[in-house]
């Protein structure tokens, strides 16, 4: 329940973000205008970047609610919501019901994870997937059990169609590094048998080699060396699409990215590596820190960087947390917490202060006042939050409250930012809008087209295709084209500003872009330049 209020409000709220966002929902999309669920399009091409689960699944909601940003995101936030009920009762499990309850808050309430909750890509799924794989095993070798075993394959097979192979990588470094330590410390690992491994192999061939063995009938080995040898191996070995990063990239990303639980990072760390020693009551804390550690090191190492990557990681930084404050309250030993609890406000003012220099340095603002009031009410929840948190760890009989104070603040902070702020950063997308004008105006054969702006992904998604991305040699070959041409471009026009000797007026004006339309008589060589 608490997962589902941090995602599902306003879930539908505001355009799809470019690029990520309107990438994936338009090869989604695709899906319904092609009929083809196995080779992947985009832009009417065929796609082979990723697997195709999130982009089934989100097919079949917007065949069921229409294609819209709400089944779009729908699939990330129901797998956020699943993987809180996962760790909670894992905790539950090995804990109590306390330390579980605040682990499933903890873990909704981070920033980063309410943002992938809440956003068509298929990150979420990924995270879902190995997290359910990692607590699998994590049971099944623990107790023997194989019904744990099976379910972690099942994961696993689910993770390499959300993902690829990346699911396999952290799901296995992580149990084994677990399994090691657990073994170093006395505990012991129930292994396997050889027909549980044939059969656990056989259920993730099961699942995956389906798609495999059709995707290789229809597009042949092109689509896996795509998919596998540039956009997997290539990502980790080589830099993407410029998004490269020094070592330290994912330091500041976590800090954020678990506001505003972050402060109590350190002191949960800490605390779970002294609790680690113990070989009885220790295994859940080893599990915890591999799991936090691993994908951390390993994505530190990769020359492309995003900042969702170690989204997947976020499970185990919650239940540290929930087990450092849980402890708290069992020895009644609350200084740390106060002293870290304090350190919030700090945060917050941190924060404010990044974003206004970052404003200030990109002249963004004048745009950043328009959320100003969210902004300031996202910070004042937090606030209250810290303050309450701090006050109720005063006393011995009110301090299990502490952390859920600050967790109740968080959730209402994440309301503003998906109630309030979203739809005021709709300004800060002027193709939807254009696109709007587009499909108001466009007749059967006209040619639509983007030069110079960002935002192709955004027009593709809010038109159909076949959009156009054109640059200067292209430009004169697109307004050609077509009795009728509609260009998004920038509204810095160059000098001379060729119209190709065909009308053209404008037809709307959205920030600094600006749509023309060109129809009329053919292009004129000789008046190219009128």
């Not at 800090?255 to 972050?262: C, E, Q, S, V, Y």
């Not at 200067?472 to 041409?485: I, K, S, Y």
Request: hydrophobic letters at 55%.
């Amino acid at each position: 329940m608490v997962a589902a209020i941090a995602t599902l409000p306003g879930l539908g709220i505001g355009t799809l973000w470019d690029n990520s966002e309107t990438a994936y929902g338009e090869v989604a999309r695709e899906i319904l205008i092609y009929h083809d669920p196995i080779v992947l399009h985009h832009n009417g091409l065929p796609w082979f970047v990723q697997p195709p689960l999130y982009f089934w699944i989100a097919a079949t909601f917007a065949r069921l609610f229409g294609v819209n940003e709400f089944a779009m995101r729908l699939p990330s936030a129901l797998a956020t919501i699943t993987m809180a009920g996962a760790v909670g009762y894992v905790v539950a499990r090995l804990a109590n019901a306390r330390a579980a309850l605040l682990a499933t808050v903890v873990l909704s309430t981070s920033l980063m994870q309410a943002i992938v909750g809440r956003l068509a890509i298929m990150d979420a799924l990924l995270d879902l997937a190995v997290a359910i794989a990692a607590l699998s095993w994590f049971a099944a070798l623990r107790t023997g059990g194989a019904r744990w075993w099976f379910v972690g394959w099942i994961a696993l097979a689910l993770g390499v169609l959300a993902k690829g192979p990346v699911a396999v990588l952290i799901s296995g470094l992580v149990i084994v590094t677990w399994a090691i330590w657990d073994r170093r410390v006395g505990r012991r690992i129930v292994a396997p048998s050889a027909p549980r491994w044939i059969l656990g192999l056989a259920l993730f061939a099961a699942i995956v080699a389906p798609w495999a063995i059709a995707l290789y009938a229809s597009a042949g080995a092109t689509a896996f060396g795509e998919l596998v040898g540039h956009y997997t191996v290539g990502r980790y070995l080589g830099t993407i699409e410029n998004q490269s990063g020094p070592f330290w990239y994912y330091l500041p990303v976590l800090i954020l990215g678990t506001f505003p639980w972050f402060a109590f990072l350190v002191p949960a760390t800490l605390g779970a590596f002294r609790t680690a020693r113990d070989s009885n009551d220790g295994s859940l804390a080893r599990f915890a820190l591999a799991w936090a550690i691993v994908p951390l090191l390993f994505f530190s190492f990769a020359q492309t960087k995003l900042p969702n990557y170690i989204a997947l990681e976020l499970p185990a930084l919650a239940i540290l947390v929930a087990l450092w404050f849980d402890a708290i309250v069992v020895r009644d030993d609350r200084r740390a917490a106060l002293a870290w609890t304090a350190v919030v406000p700090l945060t917050i003012l941190g924060v404010g202060l990044a974003v206004g220099i970052f404003s200030h340095d990109n002249k963004l603002t004048l745009d950043l006042l328009a959320l100003r009031g969210a902004m300031v009410g996202t910070g004042l929840a937090i606030l209250v939050g810290s303050a309450c948190c701090f006050i109720l760890l005063l006393q011995k009989r009110t301090a299990w409250l502490g952390a859920f104070a600050l967790g109740a603040t968080s959730l209402a902070a994440l309301l503003i930012i998906a109630v309030v702020a979203e739809p005021q950063a709709e300004r800060f997308k002027p193709i939807p809008p254009l696109a709007a004008q587009i499909e108001a105006l466009r007749r059967p054969g006209d040619v639509v087209a983007i030069r110079g702006v960002s935002g192709g992904n955004a027009l593709l998604f809010y038109t159909r295709p076949p959009v156009a991305i054109v640059d200067d040699p292209g430009l004169e070959a697109a307004v050609c084209h077509a009795q009728r041409v509609f260009v998004i471009a920038s509204r810095k026009r160059p000098n001379p500003d060729p119209t190709y000797g065909r009308a053209r007026r404008t037809v709307a004006v959205a920030d600094n872009d600006v749509l023309y339309l060109f129809d009329g008589p053919g292009c004129n060589s000789q008046a190219s330049l009128r």
